[in-house]
T-cell receptor, first 112, second 113 residues
Framework: AQSVTQLGSHVSVSEGALVLLRCNYS??????LFWYVQYPNQGLQLLLK??????LVKGINGFEAEFKKSETSFHLTKPSAHMSDAAEYFC??????????FGKGNQVVVIP | NAGVTQTPKFQVLKTGQSMTLQCAQD?????MYWYRQDPGMGLRLIYY???????DKGEVPNGYNVSRLNKREFSLRLESAAPSQTSVYFC????????????FGDGTRLSIL
């Protein structure tokens, strides 16, 4: 079965600083990878997805992620954090039937 | 465009009571999913339906049943609620084909006393 590792349940970042959230996956086949964001009391919203078209993927709200097959990684970055980026972020890898295996998530706190 | 709609949004039950969580999508998606979210655990798949007329167990199916009523609707039933089932439940749907993202509802917050 596929799996995802996200280290560090809580991530603090200063407003204006780089946001970096790490995601490593295990997959027996070329993967489809996703990042989702969850704001308080809401469902998950798709930030971006990797489907093998390009290794650098741009998403909404200024986020991007780079797929590195040799490192089995799909880290999420944003050059300059904004207060509105405070949320929980989940990395996911696809399985058969479009099922997703989720990481445990990163709660991002933005410090003014 | 409503997307994925879940009802109710909040519910409190007593141990042993039964309840059905409803989910409907208006995106003509083939696949639908039920997850539970617990602090520090991420999302765990309870059941899914790859297409109308089929359902399969996910990672944590014990204590739950599902019904794919038609292409739009996928319900989750707790026959005899237990405190361990206190959680936030999310329904999602996706289209056919590899790499299709899942679209989520806003969740049902369920407390079992």
């Amino acid at each position: 079965a596929q799996s995802v590792t996200q280290l560090g349940s809580h991530v603090s970042v200063s407003e204006g600083a780089l946001v970096l959230l790490r995601c490593n996956y295990s997959s027996s086949v070329p993967p489809y990878l996703f990042w989702y964001v969850q704001y308080p009391n809401q469902g998950l919203q798709l930030l971006l997805k990797y489907t093998s078209a390009a290794t650098l993927v741009k998403g909404i709200n200024g986020f991007e992620a780079e797929f590195k097959k040799s490192e089995t990684s799909f880290h999420l970055t944003k050059p300059s954090a904004h207060m509105s980026d405070a949320a929980e972020y989940f990395c996911a890898v696809s399985e058969r039937n479009n099922r997703l295996a989720f990481g445990k998530g990163n709660q991002v706190v933005v410090i003014p | 465009n409503a997307g994925v709609t879940q009802t109710p949004k909040f519910q409190v039950l007593k141990t042993g009571q039964s309840m059905t969580l409803q989910c409907a999508q208006d995106m003509n998606h083939n696949s639908m999913y039920w997850y539970r979210q617990d602090p520090g655990m991420g999302l765990r798949l309870i059941y899914y339906s790859a297409s109308e007329g089929t359902t399969d167990k996910g990672e944590v199916p014990n204590g739950y049943n599902v019904s794919r009523l038609n292409k739009r609707e996928f319900s989750l039933r707790l026959e005899s609620a237990a405190p361990s089932q206190t959680s936030v439940y999310f329904c999602a749907s996706s289209g056919r084909g590899g790499g299709q993202p899942q679209h989520f509802g806003d969740g049902t917050r369920l407390s079992i006393l």
